[in-house]
């Protein structure tokens, strides 16, 4: 389930894509997830606990001792020093960035214990977290979106999105568009490699750089 920020809508301007969301809440059993009524409980739970604005927490959380600290995630690093130099938001936004960025995940379904789906559970809810992004994509309608997931996770879901696109070397891999029906207009895209463990500044000159090309 996609999270948009309060303060989205005044621009549309980015889109951020994961994997999959690592630990969220108390979780499901897989007997409960087939009760239709107790998921779209849970559904409801996650947005109800996220208060005003549902991206609010990633601003909120950077530096803090007790819980998770976004300071310490090398996505949401990323994700802040793109979304800026992008012209998301300003100084004047410095202490609720995140609010004016939607937030979403490819897979839909991960552990509760933390960590990816495993190849299985990927395979089994594919099909699904396919349809459902290019609902998202559709309903916020972004100017473009970035996908921090490196291509070996994309590819399923750009094949499936009818994206066009072009791969690249390095910590860029791909770039295109995504072409929606009717009256949707293509949305321009970066797939980049998964931050962890890279080199940030480069990764997110080459980020904007890619941008630059599709926009």
């Not at 950077?62 to 998301?88: E, I, M, P």
């Not at 190849?119 to 998202?136: S, W």
Request: glycine share 10%.
């Amino acid at each position: 389930m996609a999270m948009e920020g309060r303060d989205f809508a005044k621009s549309r301007k980015l889109m951020v894509v994961g994997r999959a969301v690592n630990s969220w809440g108390d979780g499901l059993t897989v007997s409960e997830l087939r009760n239709r009524s107790t998921w779209g409980d849970f559904a409801d739970s996650i947005h109800e606990c996220a208060g005003d604005c549902k991206m609010a927490w990633v601003a909120q959380s950077a530096g803090q001792s007790d819980g998770y600290n976004t300071y310490s995630s090398a996505f949401w690093r990323v994700v802040k020093l793109v979304s800026k130099d992008l012209g998301v938001w300003g100084e004047e936004d410095e202490g609720h960035w995140s609010s004016r960025l939607v937030w979403s995940n490819l897979y839909k379904l991960s552990p509760q214990a933390g960590g990816n789906p495993s190849n299985k559970l990927c395979e089994l809810q594919e099909p699904g977290c396919i349809e459902l992004l290019r609902q998202e994509l559709i309903e916020y309608a972004p100017e473009r979106a970035l996908f921090l997931t490196g291509m070996n996770w994309a590819w399923p879901f750009m094949k499936g999105l009818g994206g066009r696109l072009q791969a690249m070397p390095g910590l860029v891999e791909a770039r295109g568009s995504i072409e929606l029906p009717a009256k949707w207009a293509s949305i321009p895209f970066v797939v980049a490699s998964y931050p962890q463990g890279k080199d940030e500044s480069s990764w997110v000159e080459q980020v904007l750089e890619a941008f630059q090309i599709v926009d």
